[in-house]
């Protein structure tokens, strides 16, 4: 099993969700975030007062998926997360070693 | 404790102007009459009674979501609260002694004791003598006035200052510089007055108002510190969408403000409106375009801190000027106003919170000041300098502004050296830190679960 994590552009969420969905991606879990790569933050002006705010908005998105899943899933937010400009974001893929649903009590790839 | 001091103080304080004052009164004379009488017309008194209500309006909610939305999010209640409080302990300190000092006796230079405990307001119980009627307008009307002027000082010690500190010192500040100061213009015997030999127009309150308590900011931010952690910290406003509320209540009661100080629904109070109207328009104009020029882009907060630059520098001369007048006038403001609150700020780096000064103080200097420059006798006013070239009506209206000023700097200064060595002005830093909301009122404004 493993565990995607990608930091995505707020306005990308639905078109990556639907595009998940029809690679046959049953559950996420999505989260507003912030925070900063190479984007960095911008400047705020108030009254003459600048601040600089580093931290940017984004959403970040948990997917967990079988080893067989994992590429499509990753395909799937590549085509379409992608804006070609800084700050479309990153993926994080990490090895799970366990998962549990609630409910049943299933494990592994079952539970998912 | 705090609170038993707080009552003892305001009571010792009633009680020792009222002496006063009663001495001076006898010294003085018969009781004036009544100042600003309204014909009794029931268009009239529909027109004053909204008026009433507009400018109420302005205190809260204009005021207190205005600055309300300026501070940071743990101290969004302490704003409010101060505006919410000033509406209800200066309309009873009007009552009591307020109006009385303000309109009372005919010294050019300080009310009287005639209507203590608003005697001679209220009907004697003799029919048909509907007289009392046009006073109770009148007071109730100015004592709009009278609570929102000490609630604009509360945007130059926002996020910092005790509370029960604020209420002594706003109810101090009330009788010995603004009672003083709407005497003086506005009591008909006053020396600023028409009657007086200074004549200065203050249509709505650019001097008894802005300026006082403007000026008065200024000193309280100097004398009180900036607040922690300020310029090395953030301190942007948590909720920009309730100043932009505020300053649309805030716009809508100042046609209350300026219309109704026709003090009837006549042709000066529709010249007051439009005018007003038109300066505020010409504020947000003035102000984006300073801001688009100098930043690249114009802000919501530029937007609202011009209409309100552009309401108070037509406050002074709503009745004696145009509507097209006024649109120079709301330029003026906005262009001016936005270098107060930005380069001047900055450069002199006091903490004038919520620009309190940069923007009524400045605002209403600056309206005074062009009073009498564009004041016009086709209003009814004396000519200002554009009409006659004679600076005489401008010079009034600068010894006006003056001789506010002076009153409002003394009086505050002195007023915050005694309340600093009695009370302290300032919350504990650990107090501050956490907020205002929690610490001085044990409540806060946003509980997310």
Avoid at chain 2, 194 to 219: C, E, P, W
Avoid at chain 2, 367 to 374: D, E, H, N
């Amino acid at each position: 099993m493993k565990k995607i994590e990608a930091i995505i552009r707020h306005f990308k969420l639905e078109e990556v969700k639907d595009a998940l969905t029809e690679a046959g991606i049953s559950g996420m879990t999505v989260s507003e975030v912030k925070g900063f790569g190479r984007q960095k933050g911008h400047k705020e002006q108030y009254r003459g007062a600048e601040y600089t705010v580093d931290f940017v908005p984004k959403v970040k998105m948990e997917i967990v998926v079988s080893d067989e899943d994992a590429q499509k899933a990753i395909d799937a937010i590549l085509t379409t997360a992608r804006t070609g400009q800084i700050g479309d974001g990153k993926i994080f893929i990490s090895e799970l070693s366990e998962a549990v649903r609630i409910r049943t009590g299933e494990t592994g790839g079952e539970s998912l | 404790m705090k609170s038993q001091f707080v009552t003892a103080a305001l009571l010792t304080t009633v009680l020792l102007l009222s002496v006063g004052n009663s001495a001076f009164a006898e010294e003085i004379g018969d009781p004036p009459e009544p100042a600003a009488v309204v014909e009794l017309d029931s268009g009239n008194i529909a027109w004053m009674l909204i008026c009433s209500a507009l400018v109420l309006m302005m205190t809260a909610p204009g005021l207190a979501l205005f600055y309300g939305g300026l501070v940071r999010k743990k101290n969004i209640l302490s704003v409010m609260m101060q505006c919410v409080f000033l509406m209800g302990m200066m309309t009873i300190l009007w009552a009591v002694c307020g109006y009385s000092f303000a309109f009372g006796g005919s010294s050019p230079y300080i009310g009287g004791t005639d209507y203590l405990f608003m005697k001679g307001i209220l009907p004697d119980g003799q029919s048909g003598d509907q007289a009392w009627a046009n006073e109770l307008i009148t007071f109730v009307f100015q004592g709009m006035f009278f609570i929102i002027t000490p609630g604009l000082i509360c945007g130059a010690f926002a996020e910092r200052m005790k509370f029960n500190t604020m209420c002594v010192f706003s109810a101090l500040w009330g009788l010995l510089v603004y009672c003083p100061v709407c005497h003086w213009v506005w009591s008909g015997s006053g020396w600023l007055s028409s009657a007086g030999s200074f004549h200065a127009y203050d249509f709505a309150g650019g001097t008894v108002v802005h300026i006082s308590s403007g000026v008065s900011a200024l000193v309280c931010a100097l004398l009180i510190g900036k607040r922690l952690g300020y310029g090395q910290e953030p301190m942007p406003p948590h909720n920009l969408t309730y100043t932009c509320i505020g300053t649309a209540l805030l716009w809508v009661g100042w046609f209350g403000f300026n219309a109704g100080s026709a003090g009837a629904a006549d042709a000066a109070a529709v010249n007051a409106f439009v005018a007003t109207h038109l300066a505020a328009a010409a504020g947000v104009i003035a102000w984006s375009i300073m801001e688009w020029v100098k930043h690249g882009h114009p802000s919501l907060l530029g937007a609202c801190s011009g209409a309100v630059a552009g309401l108070v520098c037509i406050t002074p001369a709503a009745g004696a000027v145009n509507p097209m007048q006024g649109i120079i006038l709301g330029f003026a403001a906005g262009v001016v106003c936005f270098y107060a609150c930005t380069s001047v700020k900055n450069k002199f780096g006091y903490d004038d919170s919520l620009d309190a000064f940069g923007i009524h103080g400045i605002g209403g200097i600056l309206g005074a000041v062009l009073t009498g420059v564009f004041a016009t006798e086709k209003l009814g006013a004396t000519g200002g300098f554009i009409e006659t070239g004679s600076i005489s009506q401008t010079m009034n209206q600068v010894i006006s502004v003056v001789a506010t000023a002076a009153l409002a700097i003394v009086v505050t200064f002195i007023l915050l050296k005694i309340l600093d060595a009695t009370m302290g002005l300032r919350v504990a830093q650990e107090e501050e830190l956490r907020g205002l909301d929690v610490t001085q009122h044990g409540e806060e404004g946003y509980i997310f679960l």
